[in-house]
């Protein structure tokens, strides 16, 4: 076996790459990083049914977006290509042909009406190895005829295939619950079952690491593997990723995808970092990681067997830490996207926003929602300015705001500390508590109930004209 380790990345290019693709190529990523070694991504489209236009691009864009850099790939080279399987059909007619010759496979001749007789009474159908038992010259006029065929993997009728995997240990089937599958199609292309066993070997795989809906034709594989004579990769299943107790999450069911997740404003890191969670626990019991703290943790002991839930809740919690420890310039130009959904873009300063709002979202995709009262401000329940904890009302606000756009009309500035030391004298000329004045001037300015920030931050952002007006139309609404 290859000294240096080697991973790969396997994704079919069926449409967006779904959260738990992304966790195989993130453990594969880790694992390999981790021990020196190297990261392989090879696009599996042998399934031209399930192709979907654009797919191989968006798991480059996806990879290399989330940080899981590969060393070996099709857009990016290294010494084992193709890294595509459509282009390596040679390549697998020729192992097929080696197969047959050492007894792991057989040509099969029948037709689907043949195939079809073989059906039970529930449509399933067992192949019965008709083929492997046509005599050379019989296949051999098949060939020189023309007669369409397909490659069948010779199982043997009695026995059972073990291996033990990192994660799930030992793992013995039954070859009688196992049938002749399909290794090379009609149209000449191979199945997955073959190509990931020929490519695996060729690319050097030392670790093949993949979800555990594989775990139970590993020992297929692995007869593959015996017959060729060559080394069998250590197996590394992943457990599945569920959506609840019942359901998995799959991308077939519509479930998000990490291009989602960015597109809802989550911060990247913390979709990896979330992620690498989903399984997988490192001892220290860490959970916010950057990818190299991840690589120099990850350990395959950490791995757990059962399944684990997706919680989109614990993930908009990490992205909101990843957010708080964020600059102001980086967090305004990290989620410049979304500041331009809002009303308020090119209105404010955007810095002086980032400082109010890196502590109150979790995701960019709250900005605008946040932000959006600093341009909408219109009529509103008065009975806002009714609260009892800092008891105040509609009366007491009646009294605050003429008094307090008096003192906002008369500051020599108009920056926080200023409209603070003024607000405070404020407080005390009226001889109330500090929340009903602040109380009913944030109501008064924002005509809501909660804001971030509080009120002299949003009487800095608004600025003095627009601060004065808004108390203006407040007065008018209370009738003050
Ligand atoms: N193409 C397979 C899939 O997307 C890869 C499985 C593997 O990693 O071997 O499920």
């Not at 797919?55 to 595509?84: C, H, M």
């Not at 006029?141 to 007669?147: D, I, P, T």
């Not at 050097?204 to 297929?220: C, N």
């Amino acid at each position: 076996m290859n000294d240096k380790v080697r991973t790969r990345f396997a994704p079919s290019p069926t449409g967006y790459l779904h959260i738990g693709g992304l966790r195989t190529a993130l453990y594969g990523y880790l694992f390999a990083k981790q021990h020196g070694g190297d990261f392989i991504l090879r696009i599996e489209d042998t399934d031209l049914q399930r192709y979907v236009e654009g797919s191989v691009q968006i798991i480059y864009d996806t990879l290399k977006d989330a940080g899981i850099l590969y060393d070996e790939g099709p857009d990016v080279g290294g010494n084992y290509g193709p890294y595509v399987q459509s282009e390596r059909r040679e390549i697998y007619k020729k192992y097929a042909e080696e197969l047959i010759r050492r007894g792991g496979a057989y040509y099969c001749f029948c037709d689907q009406a043949r195939i079809e007789s073989l059906k039970d009474g529930n449509g399933n159908c067992r192949y019965d190895k008709h083929c492997l038992r046509l005599t050379p010259e019989e296949i051999e006029k098949n060939l020189k005829s023309g007669v369409p065929y397909v490659v069948r993997q010779n199982i043997p009728e009695e026995g059972a295939g073990s291996y033990h995997d990192l994660v799930y240990g030992d793992i013995t089937v039954e070859y009688k619950d196992m049938e002749d599958g399909i290794l090379i199609k009609s149209d000449g292309m191979p199945t997955y079952n073959f190509a990931n066993v020929v490519d695996d070997h060729l690319m050097g795989i030392t670790h093949v690491i993949r979800g555990s809906e594989y775990l139970s034709s590993t020992p297929k594989y692995n007869l593959m593997y015996d017959a060729f004579g060559w080394e069998r990769p250590t197996y590394i299943h992943l457990p599945p990723i569920m959506k609840d107790e019942r359901h998995k999450l799959s991308k077939r069911n519509g479930d998000a995808s990490y291009a989602d997740f960015v597109e809802k404003g989550f911060v990247k890191e913390a979709i990896v970092n979330y992620i690498a969670l989903l399984g997988w626990s490192p001892k220290d019991n860490a959970e916010k990681m950057s990818l190299a703290e991840m690589t120099a943790r990850f350990s395959l002991d950490g791995i757990s067997k059962s399944p684990s839930i997706f919680d989109e809740t614990k993930m908009r919690w990490l992205s909101g830490e990843y957010i708080k420890e964020m600059s102001d310039e980086e967090f305004v130009s990290r989620g410049l996207e979304f500041f331009k959904k809002s009303k308020v873009y090119g209105k404010y300063d955007l810095k002086k926003i980032a400082a109010l709002l890196k502590t109150r979202v979790e995701t960019f995709g709250e900005i605008p929602e946040k932000i959006d009262f600093l341009e909408e401000f219109g009529a509103y329940d008065t009975a806002l300015y009714t609260h009892k904890k800092m008891k105040t009302d509609e009366n007491i606000a009646r009294i605050v705001l003429p008094a307090a756009r008096e003192t906002l009309a008369a500051l020599p500035a108009f920056d926080y500390q200023t409209l603070h030391d003024g607000l405070m004298a404020l407080v005390g000329r009226l001889g109330m508590k500090n929340g009903q004045v602040l109380w009913c001037v944030r109501v008064a300015l924002s005509g809501r109930e909660s804001t971030p920030g509080g009120v002299m931050e949003l009487a800095e952002l608004l600025g003095r004209e627009e601060s004065l007006k808004r108390l203006d139309y407040s007065m008018k609404l209370l009738g003050s």
